[in-house]
């Protein structure tokens, strides 16, 4: 039963950061300038065509979150070294608080500042991820979800259909994350990221209220 409750909570948790991860894409790409929060390989592919078409210094807003991001998953494995052995408060609690935190300040920043709100939002990107499944990009999960499905139709073992369904979802819930932000960005502008802070606090709050099954299923 206790593993039970911790798949189910870990699912949920997961399901939340898809969500939060597909409207904080769709934020930075319609609202900020149309660059990636999180997916690098479409700042890196716009980054090279900017260079290629002899524009250096546009080709900065594609670079700097690239580097931001990063940055971001060095601080993330800097806070588990400081703060990997804390009883009250997890490491990768302590990582998504300060997430929310910046996300919010992002909303802030005037459309004039896109090259920084982009950078601060990559810096942010979680780096909390768990049982081999990304919340945040979906070139992963397709492989992992395909390779999943192709492994049950070989040996009919239903755990990798439940793998593979699992995969499937997070990339639905990432696209569904990816339609609130867009209609969000229509509806509030620059600050609909605080929409996305919102949907962070939730698994912040469920990891908090288990702090044992949070310790043991991310440490």
Same mark, same amino acid.
């Given at each position: 039963?206790?593993? +039970?409750?911790?798949?189910? *909570? *870990?699912?949920?948790?997961? @399901?939340? &950061?898809?969500?939060?991860?597909? $409207?904080? #894409?769709?934020?930075?790409?319609?609202?900020?300038?149309?660059?990636?929060? +999180?997916?690098?390989?479409?700042? @890196?592919?716009?980054?090279?065509? %900017?260079? *290629?078409?002899?524009?250096?210094?546009?080709?900065?807003?594609?670079?700097?979150?690239?580097?931001?991001?990063?940055?971001?998953?060095?601080?993330? %494995?800097?806070?588990?070294?400081? $703060?990997?052995?804390?009883?009250?408060?997890?490491?990768?609690?302590?990582?998504?608080?300060?997430?929310?935190?910046?996300?919010?300040?992002?909303?802030?920043?005037?459309?004039?500042?896109?090259?920084?709100?982009?950078?601060?939002?990559? /810096?942010?990107?979680?780096? @909390?991820?768990?049982?081999?499944? %990304?919340?945040?990009?979906? @070139?992963? +999960?397709?492989?992992?979800?395909?390779?999943?499905?192709?492994?049950?139709?070989?040996?009919? #073992?239903?755990?990798?259909?439940?793998?593979?369904?699992?995969?499937?979802?997070?990339? /639905? $819930? $990432?696209?569904?994350?990816?339609?609130?932000?867009?209609?969000?960005?229509?509806?509030?502008?620059?600050?609909?990221?605080?929409?996305?802070?919102? &949907? &962070?606090? /939730?698994?912040?709050?469920?990891?908090?209220?288990?702090?044992?099954? *949070?310790?043991?299923?991310?440490?």
């Amino acid at each position: 039963m206790k593993k +039970n409750s911790q798949m189910s *909570s *870990s699912l949920a948790v997961g @399901i939340l &950061l898809a969500l939060a991860g597909g $409207f904080m #894409d769709a934020y930075s790409y319609m609202a900020r300038g149309h660059v990636f929060a +999180n997916a690098q390989t479409g700042n @890196i592919l716009l980054f090279a065509v %900017a260079i *290629s078409e002899g524009r250096p210094a546009d080709s900065l807003r594609y670079l700097l979150p690239v580097v931001s991001f990063a940055l971001g998953i060095a601080l993330a %494995a800097a806070m588990r070294t400081r $703060f990997g052995h804390m009883s009250r408060l997890h490491w990768r609690q302590l990582t998504l608080l300060v997430e929310i935190l910046i996300l919010f300040g992002v909303s802030f920043f005037p459309a004039g500042q896109h090259l920084w709100s982009n950078s601060l939002t990559s /810096l942010a990107c979680r780096k @909390i991820e768990g049982n081999g499944i %990304a919340t945040t990009m979906c @070139i992963g +999960n397709l492989r992992a979800g395909v390779q999943a499905l192709h492994e049950y139709h070989i040996a009919h #073992d239903r755990e990798e259909l439940r793998r593979g369904a699992l995969y499937f979802g997070v990339i /639905l $819930f $990432f696209a569904l994350g990816a339609v609130a932000g867009n209609l969000a960005v229509d509806r509030w502008g620059l600050s609909a990221i605080r929409w996305d802070c919102l &949907l &962070l606090v /939730l698994p912040l709050l469920m990891m908090l209220s288990k702090p044992d099954e *949070s310790k043991e299923e991310n440490k």
